[in-house]
């Protein structure tokens, strides 16, 4: 079992619709990231999420961190071929230098 | 550029034999991790370091072993080798020390026949 959840696994969706992807546990997190990834490349920073309660937007994606510093979600508005790719959450757990991950959100966008 | 080199990029071994992963960072962070990642698993952590000497254990840490002699260098060793251990291996290095922001090399393919 993972540390951190992530649903769902796969996403097809049509060009301009929107979605979200969430990221779940039952620790606590002192901040946790999304990533995106490309086949063949290793992981990219998006964003740094680390107050509860917080909400980042860049551009046309929307992430926010639980109040309770459990859970986070990825809303992505309008998507776009150009959206596809593996999305990964992950963590730093609360008084812990190991950073752990979801298994990832494989998400395709169809023009 | 997070200055992240990974070697090999691609290895193809055997069954019981020894295999060493570098990873070499220029940015002298003090945090580094090794990864592996496999198809409905996501990154798994294998091993980390917090200096130099100084290293712990992730969530998948049997059959692997690393060493940290200097602060660029963090290797991964495979002391004998199988096939559950094909995989892609990831390096990382923390980026800021409080938010734990992560940044990776480009990867090693192994595989072990």
């Known amino acids: 079992t993972q540390l951190l959840e992530q649903s769902p696994q796969f996403l097809s969706i049509q060009e301009g619709e929107n979605l979200t992807v969430y990221c779940n546990s039952s620790s606590v997190f002192s901040s946790l990231q999304w990533y995106r990834q490309e086949p063949g490349e290793g992981p990219v920073l998006l964003v740094t999420?680390?107050?509860?309660?917080e909400v980042k937007k860049l551009k046309r994606l929307t992430f926010q961190f639980g109040d309770a510093r459990k859970d986070s979600s990825l809303h992505i508005t309008a998507a776009q071929p150009g959206d596809t790719g593996l999305y990964l959450c992950?963590?730093?757990?609360?008084?812990?230098?190991?950073?752990?991950f979801g298994a990832g959100t494989r998400l395709t966008v169809k023009p | 550029d997070a200055g992240i080199t990974q070697s090999p990029r691609h290895k193809v071994t055997e069954t019981g034999t020894p295999v060493t992963l570098r990873c070499h960072q220029t940015?002298?962070?003090?945090?580094m991790y090794w990864y592996r990642q496999d198809p409905g698993h996501g990154l798994r952590l294998i091993h980390y370091?917090?200096?130099?000497?100084?290293?712990d254990k992730g969530e998948v840490s049997d059959g692997y072993s690393v060493s940290r002699s200097k602060t660029e260098d963090f290797l991964l060793t495979l002391e004998s080798a199988t096939s559950s251990q094909t995989s892609v291996y990831f390096c990382?290095?923390?980026?800021?020390?409080?938010?734990?922001?992560?940044?990776f090399g480009e990867g090693s393919r192994l595989t072990v026949l």
């Open positions: 992950a963590g730093r757990v609360y008084n812990n230098n190991d950073m752990r």
């Open positions: 990382a290095i923390r980026g800021e020390p409080n938010t734990g922001e992560l940044f």
């Open positions: 370091s917090y200096g130099v000497k100084d290293t």
């Open positions: 940015e002298n962070h003090r945090y």
């Open positions: 999420v680390v107050t509860g309660g």
